[in-house]
Every structure is written in structure tokens, then in C-alpha cells.
């Protein structure tokens, strides 16, 4: 049988098989080697020959500016290369340029000359050179730049460096920016400090800038200054209301205190100082923050970092310093640098050679013909990044191409793995060799819990790792890897999830049950575990990957006798009914019952209710009740049935209120629940049977219960009062009151007054009632009693039931009472015969007058329903004077016939057309008059006698027909469709 990291493999691979495509087109990763084949310094010549010899150039902001030995200069803006701008210093030959100055923005430019000392300024705006004449008499060798403005007309306040080592701070302005009474260039300008106090020496360079400073009354600057051999740091805080010279507080300190420098040895008369902003820190206007700085000087190019956390306190702003060696081979001394990322350029007469800043190589050499010229410099753009050379004839552009494209490696052999890793993101390989090395790294040093972290993100063979971790028995250094792996994979890899969900859970399985052996499962360890154990199990990820294999973990952990874990499993799973039956088993029924009544499974209540309603019924029923209509009642009933009521007379008073519950609250209609709740109470609570019959009323077609089953249970409980009332409903009057005189004789007389309809079998229940008086309680008093209860009972109706011995005394009054009651029936049937006989004398002469009846018909009368002339066919004439023709008459009488009655006047039609007489005899009214007076009805007249009966018995406006007609509707439903298409 394959191991799990065997079957992992498989699934892998196969994994991986589903994913490739037919046709590869790629690796997936970069191909560093046509990367490594391009160099990082691509040199171009630009097409450009000046009409002089060049001099110095300088460059910032995409705006070159080129000094020639003429006295002229050219400023090109590199956007639009083609419309160069020159500009005449108005300077003799003689006085040679000593120095330009380009500030980062390109929006203003000083130029130092040697022979006059004067110092000349030039706008962006303006063609015209201006002259500084405060400036004038010191030969500017430095410019510290003002790196926060964005002016075009206002410097701001810049430091100027001199040949003598002189420091001033001045504020150039030109234009509008210039006060309206002031004639100078220079808003205003102070010396500051002087660095040649015992000896005249050169500020080869000189930079400043803030420090982040949390404050919001002053600000912190430092300030680079160097000389061949010297770079000195100047740090201090400035009043942010602090007048110009704003720089000059800083210096002031350091006029009483030495100053701080750092001092190298062999220079060579001369230095640069050059700061570097990295592209994603530059604006579009500025350089943007330096983050590192390079002092080209004798023994090499002093390298660091600008420290802006203050980790150097307040003497320092530079950290990670080292002194760059410059290549070997090199005769003569660098005339220039640039300074990029990664590298230092430097630049000699006859080439121009680069370093790395990482690992000190030299990894570029660029070797210039004659032909082109000598040498003289090389500039550097601080804000876009660009670097040129020149000669005196030519100038060169140097494009830098993936220049970090290799410094993962170097990082990666230093040890740097955070940069390493850094550099290396976009190419896949690469970032998998650095994470690789750092596994291995923290492996080598055993911290493996570490080392699992990253290995998990590598490509390395799982198992192998796997199996470094196995080896070095560090289950919790193999466990951080597998969590890890599995929080890598895709839902679509579900084969392996569930590999390494089912070896995960072995761990933590394995580790409990360790921490169990020695005693300690109530320590903060155990409890911590377990945590991170349930937590790792709560992961949708997790669920849904073993949900298919529950049977299989379910073992699992069973295996383990980690019983706590089985049912926190099995409810993540939710599978209730396991958790409920574990429950149960272990008898912690309050628990159970809690999981029954949190599920949404009422087959889990069906089933589990009659193991719950034995031990804990109360909350049962509470758990019924809380589920109201979601549960079936008639399901639960086994339950109900199941419990012993005679042993614990709480489970039956439980289950009564269910039933009621049941009844009362949801309305229940079952009769299975009714009969059980009706059984109850003649067992339980015979009390309350008799409020139950009476609420369920004493009709027999609406009760919900079985009257046979409730008279047989209330028989065989002996509740005679409950079965005399089911007795009645059921329409047994005899035997409600039969039963009733075992009882009470009351309930008789009672249940012997329902049956109203049936005067008969009501005497006969009195008489039975009365006869159980006689014989039974032998009290004739009581008996007599009855005559005035009951109005159907006579005094000879009872007297057969007296003894014989009785006198007639005890009856006396009765017999008085009832010929009384005789005499006076017979008086009043006296009464009603003679209005009888005189009502009939009066009916014969109206029937005598309305056969003499009569009235005239004009020809001009109409018929009532269909407005044509009455005499143009037969018609019908009611004593109200409304006529209608018989068609008429027939067809509005007949919506108002039953259906019976319209289908005999079908008939009797039928039959009148079969028996009509000859044509010839009914010519005449007067002859059809004739013939009925003379001779006997014929069979149609007998007919048509029968259809005057059921159509004409009375007028159809005037009867009643016309007033049960009020409520019916003038358009009838069937019609309304129709009759609403006629109108559209």
C-alpha cells in the first residue's frame, strides 16, 4: 500500500498532467540568460558637433546645458532636442568658465567664471545672463541645492561653496520675485561658515536636506560638505519662523565646538560628492529623497546610506559606509563620477569604468577612442536618472538597462534575504532559489519551524522535505509545512487537500494524545493545542476537502479515543444525529437535547424524542413547543406512547400540555392527536375530560375525535358524566339518559330535553326518567314534579307506574290540574273550528266573485317584456294589469325555475304540440270559451293547465320572483366577457 507522501505525489503529478497544455510554449519563467547577454550600460553617440569646443556640461530635469570655451552656451531641452537655445555670456575668451551649476529642477543656472570671479545667473525664462553682484570675488567650486523648491524664479535658500572654503547662503530671485527697491539678484547673502580657518582649502562638494522631525516649531537639517580630503556633517535644528539666513543657526554651533569630519588619506587635490534618489522616490519636479551618497576622493569612492531614523543619533547621517577600491590596472586619477542604484561610474581620460556597490566588482569597462577626444567629464541627470559624457568634440548618452537584473545574487550571498527576495519577484525561478537558500539556511541552523514557513513556499520536492522534518523527529516543524502546503493549494486540487487535511489531523491527533499521557490535559499547552487543533478544522477549506471521507477521520479519530474531538468533528460535519447519540450513550441528555433544538432535522426530534421524554420531559416538551408548526404532532405521538405515565406522572402531565398545545395553540385537526389527548385525561386527569368535550361543542360532524373510541375509553374508565355527553352527541339519547340515572337524575332530565325535533322519543325519556323516580327512589312527590317540567307528560301517562297501595290523595291536584287543562284544550279547539268554518264561507264567495272577474284589453296594450301589441299572439293577463305573451312570459320566467321544473316544461311543450287541437276550433276566443264552459278538459288543456301553474301562478313583476331577484347581478358572469367585448 502506497504511503500518504506517495499518494500525494501521485496526485500531484496528475495534477499537474491535467493542467499542461497539449503544446508548451513556455517554461513559465524567465530566461535570465538573453537578460544577462544585454549589458546594463549601453553607450550612444549623440548626434551633435559644436561649433567650439566644449568646455562642461550639466544636466537636470531633462534641460542640458553645454559651456563651450567661446564664452557661449547652448541649453537644449531634450524633449524637443532639435530647437537649441545659445546664449553668449558676454565674456572675453580670456576669462574662462570655471564652473557650471544646473539646479535639479533646470530652472536656474550660475556660472562661476575664473579670471573675473564673477558669478552670472540665468533664468529658464530668460536668454540673458544677469550677474550676482554680491557673488562677485568668489570663485564658486560648490552649490548645495535647495531640493524642496519647485520655483521658476526663486531659488530659495541655496548654500554656495568657494575655492577658499568659504560657506554663504544666499536667495536668488529674478523678475516679479524680486523686491520692487532691491537692484540685486540676491535677496540676500551671509557667510555662514569657513572650513579653511588654518589653511585655504577647495568645497569640492556640498548638499543639504531635511531630517523627519516631530515638531511643529522647528525643523532639522544635515549638511554635506567635503574637501579633497575631508567630509564634514553638520546637524541642527532651525526655528521654523526662523528669519534668512535660515541655515545659519546650525553653523553657529559649530563655531565654539569642532567640527565632525571624516578624514581620508592620499588625496588628489580634488573630489565629488554626488547624492542618489531612487526612480520610485523621484517627482516629476524634484530628485525626491537621497537615499544613498558617494565622495569620490584619493584612496577610492566612500559609499554609504543616508540615515533618516536618527540610528546614528545626532553626529551622524551616514550608515553602511565603506570605501570603494578603485579598479586595478588604472594609472591615472578618475576625473568624475556618477552614481546609480547598484553602481558607481567612474570616468578617466580614456574610459569609463563601473563598479557594483554590492560587491565591489567591476562589471562594465567602456574604452573611448582618441579620435573622439579627450575626456573632460561626466554629468548626471538627478532627476530623470540619465548620465552623459563629453569631450571637447563629442558628447555621449549612456542608457542603463536592468540594472538590478543580477542583485538578488548578490544579496542572496550575503545573506540579505529580505532584499534578495525583494529583486527577485519578478522572475518566479530566481525568488524560488532565494526562499530555497533561506529554508536551507534556517534548517542549517535548526530552526525548523522556520525553515518549514519557507520551504512550503518553494518548488522543493514535498516529500523530501517532508522527510527532512521526519528525520529530525520536529513533528511541529513538519506540521507548519503541511499547514502551509495546504493553504497553497486550489480548491480544484482536492485529492491532495485531503491528503494533507487527513495527515494534519494525524498530528494534532498524536500530539493530544501525548500531552494526554502524561497527565496533562488541563495545561495551558493542552488547551492551546486543541485551540489551534479546532481552529484548523473550522477552515471551509478543511470541511469541504473531508467531507467526502468522514467515515474514514471518523475512525480516525476514534482510534485515538479522542472522544472530545470525535464530537467537535462530527458537529463541524454536522452530523447531528452522531453527536446526539454519543449524547445519549454518555447520558448527558441536557446536552443532546441542546444539539436537537440548534439542528434544522426534525427526523433527528422523531427519532430521539421517546429516549429524551423518558429522562428529561419538561424540556422536551419546551423543545416541542419552541419548534411550534416545524413538527408533525401525529410523528412525535410514539414518543408520547413510549413513556411510562403510571411510574412517572411528570411524563404524562408533560405530554398533556404538548396535546394541549397542540389543540389550542397550532390549531391541530388530527384525530390520532385528539383521541391521545382525550385518553390522557380519563387516565390522568379526568378533571379536565369534561372542559375538553364541552370545547369541542356537541356536533358530531365537527368534533375532532373518535366518539366510539372516546365512549369506550371514558366507559372503560367509568367517567359516566363524560360518556352520557358523548352519548348525546352521538344522537343515543336513550342511552345517555339510562347511563345518566346511574348518576344523577338531573343529567337525566337534561340530556332528556335535546332532542327537540322528536316530541315522541322526548316523552318517552321523560316517562323513563319518571319511572326510574317511581320505582328506584319511590318518591311520588318528586314525580309529580315532572308534569310542570315537562309539558308532554300527563298525569295518566305516569300513573301506571305507581304501586298499587298509593292513594289518590298524592294526586289529587294533579288530576284537578290536568281536566282543568282538558276543559280549557277543548274550549279552544271549539274556538278555531268556527273560524275555520267562517274563513272557508269567505274563501267560496271570493272564488265565486273572481270567476265573474274580468277587464278589457285595448288593442293598443303591449306586452310588458317585448312591447309589442298584446293581441298579435296568446298571452297571459294578471289582475295587477300586467300582460305578457306566453313566448315572453316563458323565456323570463324560466332563470328563475329549478332545474327540474325547466326541464318539465320542456315537456309539457312537447306534449301540447302533440296534442294541439284543429286549427279550425281556434279561430275564436269566444269559441275556445265556449268549449270549456260545455265540455270537460281535454288532455291539452290539462297540459297547458299544468304549464299556466308553474309560469303564471303569479305576475312576474309583482310576485316574489321579482323580489329574490334584488340581489342578483343585471349582467351574469358568464356574460360579462362577452358583454364587455361589445362595448370595446
Same mark, same amino acid.
Given at each position: ?205 556640498? &548638499? ?46 559649530? &563655531? ?96 569609463? =569604468? ?99 514557513? #519557507? ?40 485529492? =491532495? ?10 498530528? #494534532? ?20 493545542? =486543541? ?244 320505582? &328506584? ?179 312576474? #313583476? ?27
Amino acid at each position: 500500500m502506497a504511503s500518504l507522501l506517495d499518494q500525494y505525489e501521485q496526485a500531484t503529478a496528475k495534477a499537474a498532467i491535467r493542467r499542461a497544455s497539449p503544446t508548451p510554449l513556455a517554461t513559465g519563467y524567465v530566461n535570465t540568460k538573453i537578460k544577462d547577454e544585454t549589458p546594463i550600460f549601453i553607450k550612444q553617440r549623440i548626434n551633435f558637433k559644436p561649433t567650439d569646443p566644449i568646455s562642461h556640461l550639466v544636466v537636470s530635469n531633462n534641460w542640458l546645458v553645454i559651456a563651450m570655451k567661446s564664452n557661449k552656451m547652448l541649453r537644449i531641452d531634450l524633449k524637443q532636442p532639435d530647437s537649441p537655445e545659445e546664449i553668449d555670456l558676454g565674456r572675453p575668451t580670456d576669462d574662462k568658465i570655471y564652473k557650471i551649476f544646473l539646479d535639479p529642477t533646470g530652472h536656474h543656472l550660475l556660472v562661476s567664471m575664473e579670471t573675473s570671479t564673477e558669478v552670472l545667473y540665468l533664468s529658464r525664462n530668460s536668454k540673458k545672463v544677469k550677474q550676482a553682484t554680491k557673488l562677485k570675488g568668489s570663485v564658486i567650486s560648490a552649490i548645495g541645492w535647495n531640493r524642496r523648491n519647485v520655483h521658476d524664479t526663486v531659488t530659495g535658500p541655496i548654500l554656495i561653496g568657494t575655492k577658499d572654503g568659504l560657506v554663504f547662503e544666499t536667495e536668488l530671485a529674478s523678475g516679479d520675485d524680486r523686491n520692487f527697491f532691491q537692484s540685486y539678484l540676491e535677496q540676500y547673502f551671509k557667510q555662514l561658515y569657513n572650513v579653511g580657518k588654518e589653511k585655504a582649502v577647495i568645497i569640492t562638494g556640498l &548638499e543639504f536636506d531635511l531630517l523627519p522631525y516631530n515638531s511643529l516649531t522647528e525643523h532639522r537639517y544635515y549638511i554635506l560638505l567635503t574637501t579633497p580630503g575631508r567630509l564634514y556633517q553638520f546637524i541642527g535644528n532651525v526655528p521654523s519662523t526662523s528669519e534668512a539666513p535660515v541655515l545659519l543657526n546650525i553653523f553657529s554651533s559649530y &563655531e565654539l565646538n569642532p567640527e565632525r569630519f571624516l578624514e581620508l588619506p592620499g588625496n588628489f587635490g580634488y573630489s565629488q560628492l554626488l547624492f542618489f534618489a531612487p526612480r520610485e522616490e523621484v517627482s516629476q519636479q524634484t530628485p525626491g529623497q537621497p537615499k544613498t551618497f558617494s565622495w569620490m576622493t584619493g584612496p577610492g569612492v566612500y559609499h554609504g546610506k543616508i540615515d533618516y531614523l536618527g540610528s546614528s543619533a545626532l553626529e551622524s547621517v551616514t550608515v553602511e559606509t565603506k570605501l570603494l577600491s578603485y579598479p586595478e590596472g588604472n594609472v591615472k586619477n578618475p576625473l568624475s563620477i556618477a552614481v546609480t542604484e547598484f553602481h558607481v561610474m567612474m570616468l578617466y581620460p580614456d574610459k569609463l =569604468q563601473a563598479i557594483c556597490t554590492l560587491n565591489e566588482q567591476l562589471i562594465f569597462e567602456d574604452s573611448f577612442s582618441e579620435n573622439f577626444g579627450k575626456l573632460l567629464g561626466l554629468a548626471q541627470d538627478p532627476t530623470k536618472g540619465t548620465i552623459w559624457t563629453f569631450t571637447d568634440q563629442t558628447v555621449f548618452k549612456y542608457k542603463i538597462v536592468g540594472e538590478n537584473r543580477n542583485v538578488w545574487m548578490m544579496y542572496l550571498e550575503m545573506g540579505d534575504f529580505e532584499r534578495a527576495k525583494a529583486y527577485s519577484k519578478s522572475n518566479p525561478a530566481n525568488y524560488d532559489k532565494v526562499i530555497t537558500r533561506q529554508a536551507e539556511h534556517f534548517y542549517k541552523n535548526k530552526n525548523y519551524e522556520e525553515s518549514a514557513k #519557507y520551504y512550503a513556499m518553494t518548488q522543493a520536492s514535498f516529500e523530501e522535505v517532508a522527510l527532512k522534518f521526519i528525520t529530525v523527529e520536529e513533528p511541529d516543524a513538519l506540521k507548519t509545512f503541511l499547514l502551509n502546503k495546504f493553504a497553497g493549494l486550489k480548491a480544484s486540487e482536492t485529492t =491532495q487537500s485531503t491528503l494533507l487535511a487527513t495527515w494534519l489531523m494525524e498530528i #494534532y491527533l498524536n500530539q493530544l494524545g501525548h500531552l494526554r499521557e502524561q497527565n496533562l490535559s488541563k495545561a495551558p499547552t493542552y488547551q492551546l493545542l =486543541q485551540n489551534e487543533f479546532h481552529n484548523f478544522l473550522s477552515q471551509p477549506k478543511v470541511k469541504n476537502c473531508v467531507s467526502k471521507s468522514r467515515s474514514t477521520l471518523y475512525s480516525l479519530i476514534s482510534s485515538h479515543g479522542d472522544s472530545t474531538n470525535l464530537i467537535f468533528f462530527a458537529s463541524l460535519m454536522e452530523d447531528h444525529e452522531r453527536v446526539i447519540q454519543y449524547h445519549i450513550q454518555h447520558k448527558a441528555y441536557y446536552d443532546a437535547l441542546y444539539i436537537l433544538t440548534k439542528q434544522n432535522n426534525v427526523d433527528l426530534f422523531y427519532k430521539f424524542s421517546p429516549q429524551l421524554m423518558e429522562v428529561v420531559p419538561k424540556q422536551v416538551v419546551d423543545a416541542w413547543i419552541s419548534q411550534g408548526r416545524k413538527l408533525n404532532p401525529s410523528q412525535l405521538i410514539p414518543a408520547l406512547v413510549h413513556s411510562e405515565y403510571e411510574v412517572n406522572k411528570e411524563q404524562g402531565s408533560e405530554a398533556i400540555r404538548y396535546l394541549e398545545f397542540c389543540v389550542e395553540r397550532l390549531e391541530q385537526k388530527d384525530q390520532a392527536i385528539h383521541n391521545y389527548l382525550l385518553s390522557m385525561y380519563a387516565k390522568l386527569q379526568p378533571q379536565r375530560l369534561m372542559t375538553y368535550l364541552k370545547f369541542q361543542g356537541e356536533d358530531a360532524e365537527k368534533v375532532c375525535y373518535d366518539l366510539k373510541y372516546a365512549l369506550r375509553v371514558c366507559t372503560e374508565h367509568e367517567h359516566h358524566r363524560a360518556s352520557v355527553f358523548i352519548y348525546t352527541i352521538m344522537g343515543l339519547f336513550e342511552e345517555a339518559v339510562d347511563l345518566a340515572l346511574k348518576v344523577d337524575v338531573e343529567l337525566a332530565k337534561q340530556n332528556a330535553d335535546k332532542p327537540e325535533d322528536d316530541e315522541e322519543l322526548k316523552k318517552k325519556l321523560w316517562l323513563r326518567i319518571a319511572r326510574h323516580v317511581v320505582e &328506584e327512589d319511590k318518591d311520588i312527590k318528586k314525580t309529580m314534579e315532572f308534569l310542570h317540567e315537562c309539558d308532554l307528560i300527563k298525569i295518566e301517562d305516569i300513573l301506571p307506574f305507581f304501586p298499587d297501595f298509593v292513594t289518590i290523595d298524592h294526586f289529587k291536584d294533579a288530576i284537578c290540574s290536568s281536566l282543568s287543562q282538558y276543559n280549557k284544550h277543548i274550549d279552544a279547539l271549539k274556538d278555531e273550528m268556527d273560524e275555520a268554518t267562517d274563513s272557508a264561507q269567505e274563501i267560496r264567495a271570493e272564488i265565486q266573485a273572481f270567476r265573474n272577474k274580468y277587464t278589457f284589453v285595448k288593442g293598443h296594450d303591449k306586452c310588458s317584456s317585448c312591447g309589442f301589441p298584446i293581441l298579435t299572439r296568446a298571452f297571459y293577463l294578471f289582475p295587477c294589469k300586467h300582460m305578457f305573451h306566453t313566448d315572453c312570459l316563458l323565456s323570463e320566467v324560466q332563470p328563475y325555475l329549478s332545474v327540474a321544473k325547466r326541464q318539465r316544461i320542456e315537456d309539457l311543450k312537447g306534449k301540447m304540440t302533440a296534442a294541439a287541437p284543429n286549427e279550425q276550433d281556434n279561430k275564436t276566443l269566444s269559441s275556445a270559451i265556449q268549449k270549456m264552459l260545455i265540455a270537460p278538459l281535454s288532455k291539452h288543456e290539462q297540459v297547458k293547465a299544468e304549464l299556466d301553474e308553474m309560469i303564471a301562478d303569479e305576475c312576474l #313583476y309583482c310576485g316574489e320572483r321579482m323580489i329574490n331577484s334584488v340581489n342578483k347581478p343585471f349582467i351574469e358572469a358568464k356574460e360579462y366577457e362577452r358583454e364587455m367585448q361589445s362595448w370595446e
